[in-house]
């Protein structure tokens, strides 16, 4: 795959930004693109290894060799066509995957991976722009009918798989626009939602209907998912983990999402009341993850007067950790755009209390330095450092701490078992509630995790509901081993 000697010759090549005092102007995405001719090269440095981890790294099993050596040749529509068949949406995942498959890339073992990423990106982008992703509606349908509720990306890939095996598909999304968390839960500097509408428009093309304002178990009762032959549900893990910390209710502490869904909803001309903004205020973002990292690039949009990160955890190291080895996912530093934009990152903090003034708004943050004590056999000791206890301004607090589960109320009133970590109990591989004929994937069934497994899980669970309606399916699989087979 690739060209032989490619590595050896060619030096990885990632995007280029625009410069931070042009980007943070606009919430536009700010990747300057590479040339044709330097993505060959990059897709020449693939190295035709023996045993490839990078597509078993990949949790869609994408077939990365084959992508690479397509676009190594010139052969960009067939990159198109190999890339497409493990991967409905290779937009999403080519901006917003963290790439588990470079990880694993073997050339990474010696120097830098393949930009395995970028050069999907650019496959998916140029297959749009020649009309090469055109709808492809089934010749013939099964009269089954199948609801999905959710339009993520795990409620997306399972509706265009269960689509194209010629079953009826509707997909219930609760907010106003399909997407999920794709739709506001992401800035729109990092995806674009006219990215989002151009598929989506394939998408209905091909058959699926889609109905937004829709909230399963609120304003559609789920006694009408009867009338339907199965269902899935795809509804992410959207409950918001918080803080047992004094002050946690001050007028200024806010959950990172309802402040990164405002301002995307701002972006696009929709009404917002009360939207919360930074500007000209001290921020400090609570989590040091990518929901936090979206954070710090909307504060700084916003003109915030400062923006600081708080982190629990111990700054990783600039490079893999031993502990970490090649070819798992590497405990490593991450270093964002929106960290480039401007942000002061502290690790190994806690906050103690939020205070406010004599009106309840929130004026500063007390914390304390804290340390992790590792005992053999038993759970991490978070130990706080006497004498670090400090005092930081602050007009607005962000709770970027991740989700703590699914929401309950499907379940509840469904009948639907939950597991330990109150996920939607659905066995993997199989995606089969204890209702026969309900299903879940993604988030909702396996908690807080990537896109590139949501769209996984969407696209296995969509093959066991074909199994269960017609007794067989010639929808393709992924199996345990990674490898793509069609069963």
Request: charged share 25%; with cysteine; hydrophobic share 35%.
């Amino acid at each position: 795959m690739g060209k032989v000697t490619g590595f050896k010759e060619f030096e990885r090549q990632d995007e280029a930004y625009t410069p931070v005092k042009d980007r943070v102007k606009h919430y536009k995405e700010f990747t300057v693109s590479l040339s044709e001719s330097e993505i060959t090269k990059q897709g020449s440095r693939c190295m035709d290894c023996g045993i490839p981890f990078c597509h078993s790294g990949c949790p869609l099993g994408n077939l990365i060799p084959d992508f690479n050596h397509m676009v190594h040749q010139g052969e960009w529509q067939k990159a198109s066509w190999i890339l497409h068949s493990t991967n409905n949406f290779p937009e999403f995942t080519g901006r917003l995957c963290p790439a588990p498959c470079e990880k694993s890339c073997v050339l990474g073992i010696i120097e830098d991976p393949v930009s395995i990423e970028n050069i999907e990106k650019n496959i998916v982008e140029r297959a749009f722009k020649e009309g090469w992703i055109k709808p492809q509606p089934p010749k013939t349908r099964t009269g089954k009918t199948i609801a999905i509720v959710g339009s993520g990306p795990a409620g997306l890939a399972a509706a265009q798989q269960l689509n194209r095996a010629g079953h009826t598909v509707t997909v219930f999304e609760r907010d106003d626009e399909i997407g999920g968390l794709l739709r506001y839960g992401i800035p729109n500097f990092k995806l674009e939602k006219e990215i989002i509408d151009r598929r989506i428009a394939i998408l209905e093309a091909e058959g699926i209907s889609f109905k937004v304002n829709v909230n399963v178990g609120v304003n559609y009762d789920v006694k009408e998912l009867k009338t339907f032959d199965a269902v899935v549900l795809c509804g992410g893990a959207t409950e918001r983990r918080s803080l047992p910390t004094p002050g946690i209710d001050a007028d200024g502490v806010v959950q990172a999402m309802d402040f990164l869904t405002q301002q995307t909803k701002v972006v696009f001309g929709k009404e917002v009341k009360d939207q919360v903004l930074a500007t000209n205020k001290d921020v400090i973002v609570i989590g040091g993850g990518d929901t936090g990292s979206d954070c710090i690039g909307t504060s700084n949009r916003q003109g915030a007067k400062s923006v600081t990160n708080f982190e629990i955890m111990p700054k990783p190291p600039g490079h893999r950790s031993p502990t970490t080895p090649w070819p798992f996912w590497p405990l490593q530093l991450k270093t964002s755009s929106s960290h480039e934009e401007g942000v002061e990152r502290n690790w190994l903090i806690n906050t103690k209390e939020f205070v406010t003034d004599t009106n309840g708004k929130l004026t500063a943050l007390k914390t304390v330095n804290v340390e992790w004590k590792m005992v053999p056999g038993e759970r991490p000791q978070l130990i706080e450092v006497e004498g670090t206890e400090k005092a930081w301004p602050c007009d607005l607090a962000l709770l970027a701490l991740g989700f703590t589960g699914p929401e309950s109320t499907l379940a509840d009133q469904l009948g639907i078992e939950k597991d330990a970590r109150s996920n939607y109990k659905a066995e993997y591989g199989k995606y089969q509630t204890n209702i026969p004929n309900i299903f879940t994937a993604g988030d909702m069934r396996r908690g807080q995790s990537l896109i590139v497994w949501a769209i996984s899980e969407g696209r296995e669970a969509a093959r066991q509901v074909d199994i269960y309606l017609m007794g067989k399916s010639d929808l393709a699989s992924k199996d345990m081993s990674g490898d793509l087979v069609a069963l």
